[in-house]
């Protein structure tokens, strides 16, 4: 018995056990494709240094094909009662069917480096996907920016109004941000993409090892050499990749809320489709911007993001401890949470409508007084002198705007340059190199 039992020893104990537990059986769901792939490249990794047999090996591979097309693809994966987690779980079923030889998987591993990998190629799967839902949105909003490039809209300076926009600067800002969104995931997918299987418990193993082998079978870009350092990355990468999402949740934050000002009375902008809006139970003519509006909600808790990870990290020396558990509380809801703001995000824009000639009404003449003052700067007025004609007319209420424009600055309203910001997020899909990683899972799963 140990000293701090009570006479309620079990009860105690399974509320310890439930505790440190937490939400793993739960989440390890998500990582069970990943377990198995890095067991199957394991095992393949043992054979090549002696210690599974051939026909070992033959047996663990083809039950691992069984578990992950009959089992975990289906969605009938499930950690049974007892078992604290998905390693064990995986452990235990090639065991039952295999006897001694699935007891042999562990060679040369800790849970530490199996939850590492695991991890690493969870996240590596969902920044595919994530890149892929963000490109979507870039896509239409590119779309939408050609489409309504002369469609002006009120430009504001500290939500006054400032000089003529367009909607078609509007939508092509947030496409540009996506860019430098995607600019941090591929940094993100660079860290993430590095092998950390053979640091087992983080001091490595006398076994001869072929970190290399499973390197390349797993499809990682290269590996974390240092094996205290590989186990130091738990945390580091899922602070990353919480960087990366608050990036993209910035994004969709600031376009939410334009959408909310945009699409209330005041403004009256844009108009949004009846399903993203909803009514009030007293007041008949409302039409609530809702989805906008948890899209901003969503997006600035995913701000927080990073210091949530950055807080359960802090002052954490090297090696393992169990709080590094907790990350996956963390990061893999922000993940779903981070996917559907996205998607709802690309449906909002696909079917929002825009209001026309917005400019043409006379409470946005003063947006045209930059166009005044430049025009007598063209005519040969110094700008100071022409900048004081434009105010004084203004003050005397005797201003009448020159609403014909003419931008070609690059980037303006006149020329957007959509197509160099095709090219720049084209560029960057390409960088990812998403098919290595299919491709050493299909051959593993062969």
């Not at 090639?94 to 042999?104: A, F, I, P, V």
């Not at 902008?269 to 809702?290: A, Q, R, Y």
Request: charged letters at 25%; aromatic letters at 8%; a negative charge.
């Amino acid at each position: 018995m140990k000293l701090w039992q009570k006479d309620n020893s079990k009860s105690t104990l399974e509320n310890i056990v439930k505790f440190t537990v937490g939400k793993d059986r739960e989440l390890d769901v998500y990582l069970a494709k990943f377990d198995i792939l890095g067991s199957m490249a394991h095992a393949k990794m043992l054979e090549s240094i002696d210690l599974l047999g051939e026909q070992e090996l033959s047996d663990i591979i083809s039950e691992c094909k069984i578990i992950y097309n009959e089992v975990i693809s289906q969605g009938e994966f499930e950690i049974f009662e007892g078992i604290e987690d998905v390693h064990s779980q995986i452990e235990y079923l090639l065991t039952e069917k295999l006897g001694d030889t699935g007891k042999k998987i562990h060679s040369g591993r800790s849970r530490n480096d199996q939850v590492l990998v695991d991890m690493k190629m969870y996240l590596r799967s969902e920044l595919e996907e994530i890149v892929i839902s963000a490109k979507s949105l870039f896509d239409i909003l590119i779309e939408k920016s050609n489409n309504h490039k002369n469609d002006l809209l009120p430009g504001y300076t500290h939500l006054q109004i400032a000089m003529p926009s367009s909607f078609g600067l509007w939508f092509g800002a947030y496409a540009e941000s996506l860019i430098d969104d995607m600019i941090m995931l591929k940094a993100t997918y660079k860290v993430v993409n590095k092998n950390p299987l053979g640091s087992g418990a983080g001091y490595g193993s006398s076994f001869p090892l072929n970190r290399q082998m499973t390197t390349e079978l797993l499809g990682f870009d290269d590996l974390n050499y240092n094996v205290v350092y590989a186990q130091m990355t738990r945390g580091k990468m899922e602070f990353l990749s919480a960087n990366a999402i608050a990036g993209l949740a910035n994004t969709i934050s600031r376009m939410a809320m334009d959408v909310c000002l945009y699409n209330s009375q005041n403004f009256g902008f844009i108009k949004l489709p009846e399903e993203l809006t909803t009514g009030s139970s007293i007041m008949p003519h409302k039409k609530n911007p809702d989805v906008a509006e948890i899209l901003r909600g969503k997006s600035n808790l995913l701000k927080a993001l990073p210091l949530q990870i950055s807080s359960l990290t802090s002052n954490l020396p090297s090696g393992y401890h169990r709080e590094l558990q907790l990350l996956k509380e963390i990061i893999i809801p922000a993940i779903a949470d981070i996917k559907d703001c996205l998607n709802m995000s690309h449906f909002m824009i696909a079917n929002m409508e825009i209001k026309s000639d917005l400019l043409a009404s006379e409470k946005y003449d003063l947006l045209f007084s930059v166009e005044n003052v430049n025009d007598l700067v063209i005519k040969g007025v110094p700008f100071r002198d022409a900048y004081k004609l434009v105010g004084e007319a203004i003050n005397d209420d005797n201003f009448s705007p020159k609403r014909d424009l003419n931008h070609t600055l690059l980037g303006s309203i006149g020329n957007l340059s959509n197509d160099r910001l095709v090219d720049m997020m084209e560029s960057e899909i390409d960088s990812f190199d998403f098919d290595k990683v299919h491709k050493a899972y299909s051959s593993l799963l062969s």
